[in-house]
């Protein structure tokens, strides 16, 4: 009997896994997308494998399945996946983007594959790596001879690790995007002539070609947009257009009179900026749109499906007439119908029973919720002043302030530093800051400047004998809009006290926080200067939490060495997501860093429900 049940068992994992590696067709023809042989429409789900924990990837994919799509579609950002100049990482943790294909396959999703290589998607410089910006010759988004190689570098490494799970060579991608929004790039950059901006976008589709891309191509704009952003041979989609007529029409327009027709992004939420009320958008409107697509034979994809979350230092940032800079939240919930955890949600529920009327295959049951726990309140036990840590290491030292990527340092914190022999007064004018700042007269914090809120200057006051501490945080790279051209980080023009350049013996102490800092015994800390609290904390189970922020200030929190993101007292965000997949049976770590720390602190807690919609101040 056990032999033959393990015979059986086996039988059917063989069966299983040769369907979901069944080789299939799919090619754009007679106006249609064809799929073995028949017209189907395509209904996708964004999420981006980037922003989810490894671990919860099928989870995830389940849900999107469950809530009744067909395939998904997923950017791939340059940046993380190159660590740092010419090192690669596709194997590690979330950058193991084969599993992630291949896993999509299993679930039975067809994948639509976004590569840029710019990718906006509130990501971190869009996606292009820092260091670019230390070519002086090379010029992003361009037909610049000097990115199109580095593109062409990143495209060549890129299908190296997918070229095989095309759907024509039996795995689940049937689409790949070239380029990305370049419509609305054109549109802002009319200082380009449109001749140049063509070259670099054809560019870019042949580099694709020639790295072994041999699925349609395809490119996505606003289709009022669509005069700057087709390229030939690409099938044009259409961004947030809810007129189905207007769209065929501009379809039919730069596509020889004919379809298929596709919304490649449409928005069931929006992204949210820190001290900027937390966007939503009805589920009634939702399921108005989707019906329309449904009805009209409009394939879409759901821009976001699932948002997931910018760990680290991976948000990306805004700009308006008012703002020099609107950084995102941690949290890129984007009020999708799959929440930031992986939760249904009432527009997930309705997206639901709408499919089940529409679609012509089943749709599974909705997976069980990943379980959720609460945390007693968690001591912090050690903590340690982060000016005198950062003092404790080599200085960089020049006659001016040096900006991150000068110091080769792409994110987090840098300590600018200065003794004044002779005393100084008037305004201090940091014009140049990118983008917040504390600033220190003999370790007393005078005064917070911020980009965000466009405020650069201060009243100063710098005895005889004195230190100036300037600590300076990037916000995260303005990643959409003519300004992404313009992304150093750091100070990065004089520092001026009224008039008069400060120069002349500047120390400049690096802070990168790309791993937990080593705090000693210590257990005191200055109030009002950056602090970094540690404590431990012990689990006899694991699962998903929410750690409380609305009673800190403003900093980072690292969870067993992993940095899940950004908090900061102006809101929306309140809570910071903390996968259960991390945490472990045992012991764990955490440890924050405040860099206000006007309120000295003995403990964190943690809440089973999250707050991202909170008040807002600036």
């Not at 044009?236 to 919304?263: C, F, H, R, S, W």
């Not at 939702?286 to 394939?299: H, P, Q």
Request: with cysteine; net charge neutral.
């Amino acid at each position: 009997m056990k032999k033959t049940l393990l015979s059986l068992l086996l039988l059917t994992l063989i069966i299983s896994q040769v369907f979901s590696q069944a080789k299939h067709s799919f090619k754009i023809a007679d106006g249609n997308f064809i799929y073995d042989g028949k017209p189907i429409q395509i209904h996708s789900g964004e999420m981006h494998f980037a922003r989810i924990p490894k671990a919860y990837w099928k989870q995830r994919l389940q849900m999107l399945r469950a809530m009744g799509m067909n395939a998904v579609a997923t950017y791939v950002f340059w940046n993380h996946h190159e660590v740092s100049p010419g090192v690669w990482d596709f194997k590690t943790d979330n950058r193991d983007i084969r599993e992630f294909v291949k896993t999509a396959q299993q679930e039975g999703l067809m994948v639509i594959l976004r590569p840029g290589p710019y990718a906006c998607a509130e990501w971190e410089f869009g996606g292009y790596p820092w260091w670019l910006q230390n070519d002086k010759q090379l010029v992003i988004r361009s037909k610049n001879d000097r990115f199109l190689d580095s593109c062409k570098t990143y495209i060549n490494q890129l299908m190296g690790q997918v070229k095989d799970l095309q759907i024509t060579h039996g795995g689940p991608i049937i689409m790949v995007q070239a380029e990305n929004e370049f419509g609305s790039y054109v549109a802002q950059r009319k200082d380009v002539p449109l001749a140049d901006h063509k070259i670099y976008s054809a560019a870019v589709k042949d580099l694709l070609l020639k790295a072994g891309v041999d699925v349609p191509l395809f490119t996505s704009d606003g289709d009022w947009l669509f005069e700057g952003g087709v390229i030939k041979g690409a099938l044009p989609t259409a961004n947030g257009e809810g007129d189905t007529k207007n769209l065929k029409k501009l379809i039919n327009q730069y596509n020889g009179g004919k379809g298929p027709y596709m919304v490649a992004e449409y928005y069931p939420g929006w992204l949210d900026h820190w001290g900027e009320k937390f966007e939503k958008v009805s589920e009634t409107s939702v399921i108005k749109d989707l019906e329309k697509y449904l009805k009209d034979t409009v394939s879409f994809n759901i821009y976001m499906a699932h948002g997931g979350t910018n760990f680290g230092f991976t948000n990306g940032a805004n700009y308006d007439k008012e703002h020099q800079i609107q950084p995102d939240i941690t949290s890129y919930d984007y009020d999708a119908p799959i929440s930031e955890a992986g939760w249904v949600t009432p527009k997930f529920t309705a997206i639901r029973n709408l499919m089940k009327k529409y679609a012509a295959y089943a749709i599974p049951e909705v997976p069980a919720q990943l379980p959720v726990i609460q945390i007693p309140a968690i001591k912090l036990t050690k903590t340690a002043d982060l000016l005198e840590m950062a003092k404790d290491q080599p200085a960089v030292e020049s006659d001016t302030p040096q900006t991150f990527e000068t110091l080769k340092q792409g994110h987090g914190y840098v300590l600018y530093s200065r003794k004044f022999t002779q005393p100084v007064s008037g305004t201090l004018n940091l014009e140049g800051l990118r983008d917040y700042a504390t600033i220190y007269v003999n370790g007393e914090k005078v005064a917070e400047l911020n980009r965000q809120s466009n405020k650069f200057s201060c009243p100063i006051n710098i005895p005889f004998n004195a230190r100036l501490d300037i600590l300076v945080e990037n916000l995260g790279r303005i990643n959409y809009g003519g300004e992404i051209i313009h992304n150093l980080k750091g100070i990065i023009s004089p520092v001026k006290v009224d008039d008069h350049e400060i120069t002349g013996n500047w120390q400049m102490y690096k802070l990168p926080m790309d791993k937990i800092p080593a705090l000693g015994a210590g257990v005191t800390n200055t109030a009002g200067h950056p602090a970094l609290y540690q404590g431990t904390f012990d689990l006899n189970k694991v699962g998903d939490t929410f750690l409380e922020m609305k009673n800190w200030g403003k900093g980072i929190v690292f969870v067993n060495g992993i940095n899940i993101g950004r908090y900061w007292k102006i809101g929306p965000q309140q809570t910071l997501y903390l996968p259960g997949c991390w945490l472990k049976k045992g012991t764990n770590s955490i440890v924050v860093l405040d860099q206000l720390n006007d309120i000295q602190q003995t403990e964190i807690t943690t809440v089973t429900v999250p707050v991202l919609d909170g008040p807002v101040s600036k």
